[in-house]
């Protein structure tokens, strides 16, 4: 293939490949009826294994990832990211309890990590400067069509077992929900076979005139990583030299009030929880477990394994630091962390609120499908076209274009929520994710243009923080918890804009310093010691 059309084949591959990232972490959704009724899990249980225990390993272990996607070959870091998420979903068709069904995807989350840090990289160094946020848009339009077919597919799938088959004529006497897995799995693999025989990996920062050497040794870079982010590893990486006693004092601080401050919300939330809220799990060492307890101990864990990493690098990697340290990358990781906690909130209570208000049934799932992935795709497109146009008139036009489309989402939102009309609640939907999703492309190429490509991998790892811990872990727990406690799915729904002020606070603060910043990274990665 000439250069030009190559380059859109190998964007178009990981489109499919994002799809399906998302099609195998969605896929607890539509077969929620059939784990409940054949594994006897309850509500907690299927909580606990699509929100928070799957957005905790995706997110912490994004961060080694994005370690060996910085040094090591990306190409092969996807394709095995991808067989190994891929096995572990049709592993999860043979699971016959909760803990083997919940160690299995957490097998998903970990494979999962491996690939947008990797991917982001990758296309930088397909695409030049001026058509990123384009890329990385089409890129992103995955998210919406892999959660589309889900719904879609994964219906079809069950629906066709069902139909055609009896307990006693099933084929090797897999249920429906173990088929699903199996069907959406399986073809992962030939998916990461195609990737890895078809695409080149590109020499790294060659487009932008900086190249990057690899890692002479990027697996053992991953074990630092992780070392980095787990006590004791984590205080003992600190704790050598009398020039680190500081950063360990605060370390151990920190590890001390998130525990405290994790031990004070679950007592405060357990006030306000419903009985079937606080129904147990199970007991550690004493310690009655419930979905309360293991949500903020697992917010706990991930704000202090993020904070410990972040601490490791500033002593280790000084240039890296530096350029993801500054405010400008934290404002565009929490404003793109609150964009993602509206999308991820709303996203579980679609389908519900539908049936709740409109008395809809099943086949709602494929009117859900069809607006969600037309719309969500469109919308991850246009905002990167958009937000690249914009570019032109200003430096920092593309987060201009976010502001815009989160205040019209909300106001849409809003419409949505307040209809009578099932074919407006329909049409609104289509509005609003098409408008939500527009922050993600232009938002994610304006943290890589704050780094050299070095640190790409890393500099994603640190984005997808945000839109993982603050979207995926709190905002379905939240929305539900608020749904709880008023007994009010709407109210519960649109208290997601309680955040949106903060949210336009951040892009808008961003966008005052972005342009000197992006002038800047490659002075800025010098002056403190990068070799560029």
Not at 104 to 122: C, K, N, Q, W
Not at 307 to 313: G, N, P, R
Not at 441 to 458: E, N
Request: proline share 5%; with cysteine.
């Amino acid at each position: 293939m000439k250069g030009g059309i190559y380059r859109y084949y190998v964007l178009g591959l990981l489109v499919v490949i994002y799809a399906f990232n998302f099609l195998d972490r969605q896929i607890i959704t539509i077969l929620a009826p059939s784990l409940k009724a054949d594994l006897g899990l309850t509500d907690a249980q299927l909580g606990l294994l699509f929100g928070t225990a799957f957005a905790l390993f995706y997110a912490l272990f994004g961060i080694p990832l994005a370690k060996l996607a910085d040094g090591w070959h990306r190409v092969k870091t996807i394709s095995l990211g991808l067989s190994f998420w891929s096995g572990m979903t049709a592993l999860s068709g043979f699971a016959s309890n909760f803990a083997q069904l919940g160690a299995a995807r957490v097998g998903v989350g970990i494979g999962e990590a491996s690939a947008s840090p990797a991917a982001y990289s990758l296309l930088q160094d397909y695409f030049p400067r001026e058509k990123r946020a384009t890329a990385l848009a089409v890129y992103s339009s995955g998210i919406y069509l892999g959660v589309g077919a889900s719904l879609i597919f994964g219906g079809a799938v069950i629906a066709y077992w069902d139909t055609h088959y009896t307990e006693a004529t099933r084929p090797f006497g897999l249920a429906g929900w173990q088929a699903t897995f199996l069907a959406f799995g399986i073809p992962g693999l030939l998916l990461a076979l195609l990737l890895f025989l078809t695409v080149r990996e590109p020499t790294r920062g060659a487009i932008d005139g900086l190249t990057s050497p690899g890692d002479p040794a990027p697996f053992r870079s991953v074990g630092r990583e992780f070392g980095a982010m787990f006590p004791p590893f984590s205080m003992v990486g600190l704790a050598r030299g009398a020039s680190v006693r500081g950063p360990l004092l605060r370390n151990m601080l920190v590890l001390l009030g998130v525990a405290a401050a994790a031990v004070l919300v679950i007592a405060w939330t357990d006030n306000f929880l419903p009985p079937a809220r606080r129904s147990p799990l199970g007991s550690l060492a004493g310690i009655t477990i419930t979905t309360n307890v293991i949500q903020w101990v697992a917010i706990a864990i991930g704000a202090y394994c993020s904070f410990s990493w972040f601490q490791s690098i500033r002593l280790r990697d000084r240039p890296t630091a530096a350029l993801i340290g500054n405010r400008t990358f934290g404002m565009l990781s929490i404003g793109g962390g609150l964009m993602s906690f509206a999308s991820y909130g709303l996203s579980p209570f679609l389908y519900l609120y539908a049936v709740e208000r409109f008395g809809v049934g099943p086949e709602a799932g494929y009117a859900l499908g069809w607006v969600l992935a037309i719309s969500g795709g469109l919308g991850t497109i246009a905002g990167g076209v958009i937000a690249d146009r914009a570019r032109r008139f200003h430096p920092a036009g593309r987060l201009y274009v976010v502001i815009a489309a989160a205040i019209l989402s909300g106001i849409i939102l809003t419409f949505m929520m307040t209809t009578s009309s099932l074919t407006l609640y329909y049409l609104f939907l289509g509005l609003m994710s098409f408008l939500q999703i527009m922050w993600l492309g232009p938002t994610a190429a304006s943290c890589q243009d704050l780094v050299v490509p070095r640190m790409r991998g890393a500099a994603t790892a640190v984005f997808f923080l945000g839109t993982n811990i603050i979207g995926l872990g709190l905002g379905p727990y939240i929305v539900g918890l608020v749904s709880d406690v008023s007994g009010d799915l709407r109210f519960a729904m649109l208290s997601v804009l309680f955040v949106l002020p903060v949210t336009l606070a951040m892009f808008f603060l961003a966008s005052r310093k972005f342009p000197a910043l992006e002038a800047s990274a490659v002075e800025r990665a010098r002056a403190v010691g990068e070799p560029v």
